[in-house]
């Protein structure tokens, strides 16, 4: 595990808990093993009582289970789990940008366009970060002009189980994302709902392609763990 210092701030266990949840989806830790607090604690910077509220948190979420007296360890994840979390993503997705497609003002437009361009420049220097804080802008961009609050923060909180440094590090997925950007960027000046469909569609259906080769390349589903019981 990577030192990693936080900052003492109010939502600090919300800052664990994306913490512990991109390690466990980017198969960092597999399922059946355990989340240690205090070495968990000690890599952030921060006390154990933030990270075992975050354990909590992610204890709900369905990522963690509790064992009695030994603590909290990853929970099982299938490939249908994955493929679950993408079609949930491209529902909501689909459904925002049929309203902000229609309520996009010329000046949010050109604000996209912005974005799209501050995405390009991450990509060209290979910035991960950049990359990382350029495509969430992007996506906030459009859940702002869809006017949909409620549905803007479901999709918010099933984005939370993809571990964007992962995708940002990948030099294919950076390229294919950018084209994607810019057909969406089109479409939205166009107003072309068919476009942006199968934008959403080929963004997440490559997201999740990609998520699954690299969890069978880490060895998550591998025979003897995949029949293991939480605490065995």
Do not use: C
């Amino acid at each position: 595990m990577v030192p990693t210092r936080l900052a003492q701030r109010p939502q600090l266990s919300e800052e664990v808990a994306d913490h512990v949840r991109a390690r466990i989806m980017s198969g960092e830790v597999r399922p059946g093993e355990f989340i240690r607090l205090d070495e968990t604690a000690a890599t952030l910077g921060v006390s154990v009582t933030p990270v075992r509220e975050a354990l909590l948190t992610l204890r709900g979420e369905g990522l963690v289970d509790l064992v009695p007296r030994r603590g909290y360890l990853v929970s099982p994840m299938s490939r249908e789990d994955v493929e679950d979390i993408f079609w949930h993503l491209t529902t909501l997705a689909t459904r925002i940008a049929d309203r902000a497609i229609e309520r996009f003002t010329p000046e949010e437009l050109d604000h996209h366009a912005r974005l799209v361009e501050d995405f390009e420049a991450a990509v060209r220097t290979g910035d991960a970060d950049g990359v990382v804080g350029a495509q969430y802008a992007i996506h906030r961009s459009i859940n702002r002009a869809s006017r949909s609050d409620k549905l803007a923060r479901f999709l918010s909180t099933a984005a939370r189980y993809l571990p964007y440094r992962l995708y940002a590090e990948d030099e294919q997925w950076r390229t294919t994302a950018l084209e994607d950007n810019r057909r969406m960027l089109t479409a939205l000046r166009d107003r072309d709902v068919a476009t942006a469909h199968a934008v959403i569609e080929t963004e997440y259906a490559n997201g999740a392609r990609l998520l699954i080769d690299h969890l069978e390349q880490a060895g998550v589903w591998d025979d003897a763990e995949a029949g293991a019981e939480p605490g065995t």
